[in-house]
T-cell receptor, first 110, second 113 residues
C-alpha cells in the first residue's frame, strides 16, 4: 500500500515549456486534490476532483489544467510554464475524513 | 469561509508538553477542525481532528473550546522529531460533496534538546 505517489520528484523547466505532473493513489478514494506551496507559505488549492470524471477549480487555477484519468490517477498540466509557477506541488486524496498527501514535486521554472 | 490564525513560531523543551493554539472565530457549526504537520518539505501529515468534543489519539490531544472559536493541539511529550510546521485547518463542505481544507501559514514548532 503505497498511499499517494507523485512523479517526478524534481523538475526544471524553461519558460514556455510544458509538462504534466502525475499523481496516483491506491486507497480507493473518490476525491483528489492538487496544491502548490510557495516558500514560507501554506498550501493553496489549484484544482480538485470530487470523483472520477469531474474536476473543479480551486483558489489558484490559472495556468494549469487537470485530468482525472480514472479513480486512481489525477494529473496536473502546465501548458506554458512561467517563473511564477516555481513551487512545490502536492497531490492529495481523501474520502470523508482526512487527506493523505504525496511526497511532492519540486518544480523550478527558469 | 472560516479562517484560522496561529502564532508564527514556538519553542518547546524536549520531553515537555507542546501546546499549539489556533483561533477560528468564524467557524460554522458543522465545520471540523483538522491539524496537520509538515516536516521539512515533506507532504503534510494528518494528526487529529474534531468537531466539538476533545479528542485524543496516539499522536496528540485536541482541545476545542465550548464556543468552538479556538482550539489547542497538545503534544504531551515533545521529541526532537516533532520539530515541524503545524497547520490548523478548518474543513468546509462544498456543494459538490467534497471538502475544502483551508490552510494558513501554520506554526513553526522547534523542539529544543
Amino acid at each position: 500500500n503505497a498511499g499517494v505517489t507523485q512523479t517526478p520528484k524534481f523538475q526544471v523547466l524553461k519558460t514556455g515549456q510544458s509538462m504534466t505532473l502525475q499523481c496516483a493513489q491506491d486507497m480507493n478514494h473518490n476525491s483528489m486534490y492538487w496544491y502548490r506551496q510557495d516558500p514560507g507559505m501554506g498550501l493553496r488549492l489549484i484544482y480538485y476532483s470530487a470523483s472520477e470524471g469531474t474536476t473543479d477549480k480551486g483558489e489558484v487555477p490559472n495556468g494549469y489544467n487537470v485530468s482525472r484519468l480514472n479513480k486512481r490517477e489525477f494529473s496536473l498540466r502546465l501548458e506554458s510554464a512561467a517563473p511564477s509557477q516555481t513551487s512545490v506541488y502536492f497531490c492529495a486524496s481523501s474520502e470523508i475524513g482526512e487527506q493523505y498527501f504525496g511526497p511532492g514535486t519540486r518544480l523550478t521554472v527558469t | 469561509d472560516a479562517k484560522t490564525t496561529q502564532p508564527t513560531s514556538m519553542d518547546c523543551a524536549e520531553g515537555r508538553a507542546a501546546n499549539l493554539p489556533c483561533n477560528h472565530s468564524t467557524i460554522s457549526g458543522n465545520e471540523y477542525v483538522y491539524w496537520y504537520r509538515q516536516i521539512h518539505s515533506q507532504g503534510p501529515q494528518y494528526i487529529i481532528h474534531g468537531l466539538k468534543n476533545n479528542e485524543t489519539n496516539e499522536m496528540a490531544s485536541l482541545i476545542i473550546t465550548e464556543d468552538r472559536k479556538s482550539s489547542t493541539l497538545i503534544l504531551p511529550h515533545a521529541t526532537l522529531r516533532d520539530t515541524a510546521v503545524y497547520y490548523c485547518i478548518v474543513r468546509v463542505a462544498r456543494q459538490t460533496g467534497t471538502y475544502k481544507y483551508i490552510f494558513g501559514t501554520g506554526t513553526r514548532l522547534k523542539v529544543l534538546a
